[in-house]
């Protein structure tokens, strides 16, 4: 568990600074974009034509956006990796509580049967305390009818 709460520490600032670090790079994108842009409308050429040049410019800014893609797209798999770290981590804790929740379950659904199996006996225990207290005072009525039989019939 504290080697979880310990990831956790780790990666959340690591986050934090991948998610700046993307936003540096998209913002150097754009800015690649915009020379990019810029050197498009570069016409140097005689009678306003783009020359070899120009076209070369060109070319050179666009390998130099692909590369930033490239690393753009770097610092998003390390993202993504990162947050497939968390979220593994994240289940194995609810894994664990689910567990744990399962073992109380099962250790109250014990403790029930018990206390239903202490009622049983009880309700059992009463039923022949009630049959023995009927029985009692049947044969007491029984034994004083016949002893009033026997006393008034001599």
């Not at 842009?37 to 070369?56: A, L, P, Q």
């Not at 022949?128 to 029985?135: H, K």
Request: charged fraction near 35%.
């Amino acid at each position: 568990m504290k080697k979880i709460i310990l990831l956790f520490c780790l990666l959340i600032p690591l986050v934090t600074f991948s998610q700046q670090r993307l936003e540096k790079l998209v913002d150097e994108r754009k800015q690649l974009h915009e020379q990019w842009k810029d050197s498009e409308t570069k016409k140097s050429g005689i009678f306003g034509h783009r020359t070899k040049k120009d076209m070369i410019e060109t070319n050179n800014w666009l390998e130099r956006i692909v590369k930033k893609d490239n690393q753009i797209i770097d610092e998003l798999e390390l993202l993504k990796s990162i947050e497939t770290t968390e979220i593994t981590y994240e289940k194995e804790d609810y894994k664990f509580i689910a567990q744990k929740q399962e073992l109380d379950i099962g250790k109250l659904k014990r403790a029930l049967a018990e206390k239903d199996e202490k009622i049983a006996e009880e309700k059992s225990n009463k039923r022949t305390y009630e049959w023995t207290t009927l029985i009692f005072f049947i044969s007491t009525l029984t034994l004083g009818y016949l002893f009033y039989k026997t006393k008034f019939k001599a």
